[in-house]
């Protein structure tokens, strides 16, 4: 009964949604990342607000479902409803919303999300002649990769087959895992580039970034190297004791201070521009278009973002450019200079109370 995710992204190609997807499977990833295509691909961003509606199950009924399935669309061709957690819902409120879908005008799209059904029930045979019904399971070791490989070249962006097959195998076949590990392994590459003259900002003429094995140990777990992210997320959490350690086992592995400060630098400026857009009342998902971050790093950043007042991350700032000449002028050592500006952004400012540093701190 359950067709596959291409034939969703078949559909969204051909500009002729099903009027009903029913979207499962322990592949939470890809199965949230079909439906937020499904909803791109059906209403016009200017039109989001006033077409799309999204319901989870055990927060609204089931009259409100089909309320919102029965509306006509406001100045737009479609509206969307969003059902997610289908399988939550008992065997009656499941043949009550299938009643629902079946009497819903042509210009409705319901997409429903759940984590395991049966297809072999009522309401999934009904599902399946009115739409389509698609299992995101998790994918072997050669689909992850080859998934890796595709999702490198959308961002623009070549990796290795070395270090996709690295990545797999180390981080495992959790699509969610590798688009974190990717992300991880094009910002260390990023930076290095960046230091070595790569132009910035992209452009027609623009080498494409290249992540290779090294990059990818880099932003793996277990290696010595993720010493950078360990670095970057104790600062958000502002934990003094562990971003000391991470810095100190960094520069123990040699890695160079300006590096270090360059991706201290982004991760502040990323915890201040997903706060700001909050505090404007943007949400998650505008906060994503805005900043074009996967979902992940804007909710980790978003959960930083809670540790810091606006002042505060405007402060660092400051803290950050006189770093960045100390280091570059002042002949100081580049561990101090660097161990002096983590306990300033750790521990200064009226936000929530930084955690000591400890006996490891000095």
């Known amino acids: 009964m359950a067709t596959g995710p291409g034939d969703v992204a078949s559909d969204m190609r051909s500009g002729r949604p099903r009027p009903v997807y029913l979207l499962y499977g322990d592949e939470e990833y890809l199965r949230d990342e079909a439906a937020s295509k499904i ?32 509306s006509p669309p406001a100045f ?30 042509r210009t409705s799209v319901a997409i429903l999300v759940a984590a395991c059904v049966d297809e072999r029930t009522v309401a999934c045979k009904a599902v399946a002649r009115m739409g389509r019904v698609v299992r995101y399971r998790r994918l072997y070791e050669s689909e992850a990769a080859a998934w890796l490989g595709r999702r490198a070249r959308q961002r623009g962006v070549d990796i290795r087959p070395e270090a996709q097959e690295y990545l797999v195998r180390v981080v495992g076949t959790s699509v969610a895992r590798l688009a974190e590990g990717l992300e991880k392994a094009c910002d260390y590459a990023g930076v290095g580039a960046a230091g070595a003259g790569r132009p910035a900002g992209g452009g027609a003429d623009a080498p494409r970034l290249q ?6 140990k880099a932003a793996a777990a277990g290696e010595p190297a993720l010493g950078i992210f360990d670095l970057v997320d104790a600062i958000g959490q502002r934990d003094t004791a562990k971003a000391l350690a991470a810095a100190r086992r960094l520069l123990g592995f040699g890695e160079v201070p300006v590096r270090m400060l360059a991706m201290i630098a982004r991760q502040i400026r990323l915890i201040l521009q997903t706060k700001a857009l909050q505090e404007q009342g943007a949400t998650v998902q505008k906060i994503v278009a805005a900043t074009r971050l996967q979902e992940f790093m804007v909710r980790k950043c978003l959960g930083q973002a809670r540790h810091f007042d606006i002042e505060d991350l405007e402060n660092a700032f400051t803290a950050l450019a ?10 100081a050592p580049g561990e101090v200079v660097l161990e002096k500006l983590i306990v300033h952004l750790c521990t200064h400012g009226g936000g929530r109370q930084a955690r000591p540093a400890g006996p490891q701190g000095r």
């Open 211 to 216: 992540v290779t094995l090294d990059h990818v």
């Open 322 to 331: 006189r770093a960045d000449v100390d280091l570059k002028s002042s002949g």
């Open 76 to 105: 737009g061709e479609r509206r969307v409803v969003v059902v997610r957690g289908f399988d939550e819902l008992s065997s009656d409120q499941q043949k009550s919303l299938v009643g629902a879908l079946e009497r819903m005008p």
């Open 39 to 70: 909803v791109d691909a059906c209403l016009d961003p200017d039109m989001r607000d006033f077409n799309y509606s999204a319901f989870r199950a055990g927060d609204a009924d089931v009259t409100c479902m089909a309320a919102a399935l029965m």
